[in-house]
């Protein structure tokens, strides 16, 4: 069974299985918003859980689901490759592809080959340019 599981700091384990949705597909998703992660099921239900609290997260699916390709990949602990970096921003390849080449997202090409990327830089990278919210503007004042 295909799922999401998230391992938080405390040592518990959030476990999101992939939902069935229509045609045979999985509609689990996940993304990544201001400091937190956001599960999202086939119904629209989210789940979000504060970064900070996450030691790690592994997206597992099994080769029936995937049409033979198989996946498990515990993306915080090694270096990130482009499609990876793609799945965790939400972007696109081809827009990823496209940041690279304008040198607007931070990247390493170790002995001039593959293409990789570190977790805390894509992090960066993602959260910056924040917004305040209204409350915390009222606060400030």
């Keep these: 069974m295909a799922a999401i599981k998230v391992f938080m700091k405390n040592g518990t384990i959030q476990y999101f299985p992939e939902t069935s949705c229509a045609g045979g597909s999985y ?3 996940l993304r990544y918003e201001e ?6 099921d086939a119904y629209g239900r989210e789940t979000s859980i504060p970064s900070v609290d996450i030691e790690k997260i592994v ?15 515990t ?5 990130l490759t482009v499609e990876q970096a793609a799945e965790y921003t939400g972007f696109s390849v081809a827009y990823v592809y496209k940041l690279i080449h ?9 002995e001039g ?3 990789l990327f570190s977790l805390d830089d894509l992090k960066n990278f993602c959260f910056r340019n924040r917004q305040a ?3 915390e503007l009222g606060e400030k004042l």
Excluded: H, Q, W
């Excluded at 400091?35 to 999202?40: H, M, Q, T």
């Excluded at 607007?104 to 090409?109: D, E, L, V």
């Design 27 to 29: 509609c689990t998703t």
């Design 35 to 40: 400091e937190f992660a956001v599960i999202e």
């Design 102 to 110: 304008l040198k607007k997202i931070p990247f390493f090409k170790p």
């Design 133 to 135: 919210a209204e409350y």
């Design 75 to 79: 993306i915080l602990d090694k270096p």
């Design 59 to 73: 997206k597992e699916s099994d080769r029936r689901n995937l049409g033979g390709y198989s996946m498990n990949n």
């Design 113 to 115: 080959g593959k293409i």
